[in-house]
Every structure is written in structure tokens, then in C-alpha cells.
């Protein structure tokens, strides 16, 4: 499965959290931040309080969150669609 670019999953996020900030604010939002390595770009979300249902919601959505990701932690990674984020040109 491709991964998905991490416009969708503002616009997943924006959903889940019933509001517009993601997709306005993109990589800015709050509790948003990113990493690029080499052609591997993840996104990780906080997740509120909630991140066994966003993990759920996401996978409904054909996103693979890591659920490995900060066991304990209430931060998930996302693999999404390769952009010049943080740390690309290493």
C-alpha cells in the first residue's frame, strides 16, 4: 500500500479532532513535528489523550501508524508520502 501524503493526514487529523487547525496550520500546529530520513518522512502527533482511538481512526483510514512508537507515550509516528522534512538533506 503507498503511503499517503501529510495533507491527508491533516485532513484526517482535522477530522478526528473535529477541527480545521491541522489542514490550516500544517507542520506549525501544535503538537505536530516531523522527520525525514533519507527518502522515509514520518510525522508525529500528539495525541491528546487518545492514542489508541487515533491509531484506530488512522488505520480505518489507510494510514500506518507505528504503534511501537513511545510505548507508554502519548505520541504516535506516522509514515506518510516522502516531502523535504526536518533533517532531509542528511
Known amino acids: 500500500m503507498a503511503l499517503k501524503s ?8 482535522d477530522q478526528f479532532f473535529d477541527t480545521d487547525v491541522y489542514s490550516k496550520e500544517g507542520l506549525n500546529a501544535k503538537g505536530i513535528s516531523d522527520e525525514t530520513y533519507g527518502k522515509d518522512s514520518y510525522i508525529y502527533i500528539d495525541c491528546q489523550g487518545k492514542r489508541k482511538e487515533l491509531e484506530t481512526f488512522l488505520r480505518w483510514n489507510d494510514f500506518t501508524p507505528n504503534s511501537g512508537y513511545g ?3 502519548d505520541y504516535t509516528e506516522v509514515g506518510v508520502s516522502y516531502f523535504k522534512g526536518y533533517n532531509w538533506e542528511v
Not at 6 to 13: N, S, Y
Open 71 to 73: 510505548k507508554g507515550g
Open 6 to 13: 501529510k495533507k491527508k493526514l491533516f485532513e484526517a487529523l
